[in-house]
């Protein structure tokens, strides 16, 4: 109790200069969290992929298309359960700065596939009727305003020519984590339109979506698909969704590593701001560890003192960052619209930014304690006065 | 302790220290005793040895060689930890600067030596009231040092010193930061803790006025004792 009070007050000592390092630690334990959601949302598409969907698609280039008809030859190998069809649209709303992920997809086993995206019975059955209507999430209906009934017109970039698809319903996550920033359009719409501009263009999708039955059985399915179609015009690779979403992730990889970077470079930042508080705060005591020492106490005492101080200032810099992670994360991934679709702050950075703190906490106070703790009482009583 | 036994017993006592890689004598061959209910001035210029000789006594510096009785105790074969143990249950210190802790009440400061022993919250406050009514300072306990006066903080000190009832109390010029006043008043508390209560006191002091007021003189030249 008497050790408690002592940190405590200790802490108090230089309201300021406590005060700032607090702050300083609230800042990189805040940044740390912010660049850890950061690269989470970078691989939360990865994260979200379900172990029972295989994405096959030209073995060449993603950019490549595959005829439509592997489509019926996929459904006829052992263990395939269902496929779809997805089209990247690439298609411009208003201007270039508003991205956000358009499919042109083969609606009904697609969306069997995708049980996280929840859509009202109602909605579905307008959205099936439909020729040209689209399916939002609720994220991009909140950042764009759109509603049931609004017409969505896009340019196409891989597709040319203005395109103008309604709204027919917009679904929900099943989970805070489920991606709700797509647009999905039906693919028969897409086909039926290229097959007038570009007849040779008809036909053909940019990947199917394969749905097995038995998911251990993932890796000897996509061998299966791959081999129906060896020594075609278009070979085909197999992957699970997940691979095929980290082969996304890989191609700006170096971002991420350097994100990764920063965030421990802002905390070494504030490890060596910290340790030279801790150092001036225990220099500046010495004369009285000395007279704690001549009274008897030990060098443990000492030691609890000092880092007992820095953990109290790392732990109130931390509980101060964590908290403000969350409302701080909120308002950077509104800024970002839909360029992150999924910016939660998970579990595991919270431990992460905790760890850190309590990391900082102890080193900052590893060396004025062994200071302390070996000062001879002589030495540490001339600093008096 | 029986008072035919010395407080302290030194015999052939040498220290020195190294400075720029030389090795500089302080003190040389000191062999004296002081007697237990004594009250000692140790006088001399300065780097005399006198301080030197005083750390060695309270068992916070250690000599070259000799031999160091402190109340029958050889306190030279004793380790850090059992030295530390020894100043907390046989040493009071009173230092020029106090030494309080200012994060600390007065009546806090006091108490602090108490923590290291095994008495109740209840019998440590009993403790704590006694020794701040002895030095005249039971209405300034929730005071910390800062809105304390030199001479209040002196008092302070001497109350955490007689705390847990040491046979010795080392004090390192303990009026040299003071005014003449607060000084008499310091001398005089000391005076009582030695005729009152027994303690052997061991003070450093270059001011003759101060070593007026012990019961013997020794005097440090060079090293060396001159008387």
Not at chain 1, 11 to 22: A, D, F, M, Q, S
Not at chain 2, 133 to 149: C, K, N
Request: hydrophobic share 50%.
């Amino acid at each position: 109790m008497h050790l408690l009070k002592l940190i405590l007050r200790n802490t108090l000592r230089h309201k300021l200069r406590t005060l700032l390092t607090i702050l300083g630690l609230l800042v990189a334990i805040l940044s740390f969290g912010l660049l850890q959601t950061v690269v989470d949302a970078w691989y939360s598409g990865a994260k979200a992929a379900a172990p029972d969907r295989l994405i096959t698609r030209n073995s060449v280039s993603l950019v490549v298309p595959l005829p439509v008809h592997y489509r019926d030859k996929i459904r006829g190998v052992d263990g395939v359960r269902s496929v779809a069809t997805a089209n990247w649209f690439a298609g411009i709303y208003q201007e270039p700065k508003n991205f956000f992920p358009q499919f042109a997809i083969d609606a009904l086993p697609y969306l069997a596939m995708y049980p996280e995206y929840r859509i009202p019975e109602d909605q579905l059955r307008d959205f099936m009727r439909d020729r040209k209507g689209a399916v939002v999430g609720r994220k991009l209906a909140n950042t764009y305003g759109f509603k049931v009934g609004d017409v969505v017109p896009l340019k196409g970039t891989i597709f040319a020519g203005n395109w103008e698809f309604v709204v027919r319903a917009i679904y929900d996550g099943a989970a805070p984590t489920t991606d709700t920033s797509q647009f999905f359009f039906h693919w028969a719409y897409l086909n039926e339109s290229v097959r007038a501009r570009a007849p040779q263009r008809a036909n053909h999708v940019g990947v199917f979506v394969v749905q097995v039955s038995d998911v251990a059985r993932a890796a000897e399915i996509s061998k299966a698909v791959d081999a129906q179609f060896g020594n075609s015009a278009a070979e085909t690779l197999t992957e699970t969704e997940q691979a095929f979403q980290i082969g996304f992730v890989k191609q700006t990889e170096a971002i991420v590593v350097a994100i990764r970077i920063v965030s421990f470079v802002v905390i070494f930042i504030i490890l060596a701001v910290m340790a030279n508080t801790m150092a001036m705060t225990a220099r500046e005591r010495m004369s009285e560890y000395a007279t704690l020492k001549a009274l008897g106490f030990g060098p443990g005492f000492l030691g609890s003192l000092i880092f007992g101080e820095s953990l109290a200032i790392a732990a109130i810099g931390a509980a101060l960052g964590v908290a403000l992670t969350f409302p701080v994360s909120d308002w950077f991934a509104a800024q970002m619209g839909t360029l992150f679709p999924v910016f939660e702050v998970s579990a595991s950075t919270l431990w992460s930014q905790a760890a850190c703190a309590a990391v900082v906490g102890v080193a900052a106070a590893v060396l004025p304690a062994l200071r302390a703790a070996r000062v001879r009482i002589v030495d540490g009583l001339r600093a008096a006065g | 302790m029986s008072l035919s036994v010395p407080a302290v017993e030194i015999r052939h006592l040498v220290k020195s220290y190294w400075r720029g890689g030389q090795k500089v004598p302080v003190l040389e061959d000191i062999t004296f005793d002081i007697a237990t209910g004594d009250f000692i001035a140790l006088m001399g210029p300065s780097g005399s040895g006198k301080s030197t000789l005083l750390n060695l006594i309270a068992g916070i510096d250690r000599p070259d060689s000799g031999e160091l009785r402190v109340g029958g105790t050889d306190i030279m074969t004793l380790n850090e930890a059992e030295l530390a143990d020894w100043r907390s249950r046989n040493v009071g210190f009173i230092f020029q600067f106090y030494n309080l802790m200012p994060v600390l009440t007065a009546f806090e400061n006091v108490e602090l030596p108490l923590l290291l022993t095994g008495l109740s919250s209840r019998a440590r406050r009993e403790h704590v009231d006694m020794a701040l009514a002895m030095v005249g300072l039971s209405d300034r306990m929730e005071h910390y040092p800062s809105e304390l006066s030199g001479g209040q903080q002196q008092r302070v000190a001497i109350a955490r010193a007689i705390i847990t009832d040491p046979a010795i109390l080392v004090a390192d010029e303990p009026t040299g930061d003071l005014d003449r006043a607060s000084a008499d008043d310091i001398l005089a508390l000391m005076e009582r803790m030695n005729s009152e209560l027994g303690k052997t006191i061991i003070m450093v002091t270059h001011d003759p006025y101060a070593a007026k007021r012990a019961r013997s003189v020794k005097h440090l030249e060079k090293g060396v004792l001159a008387d």
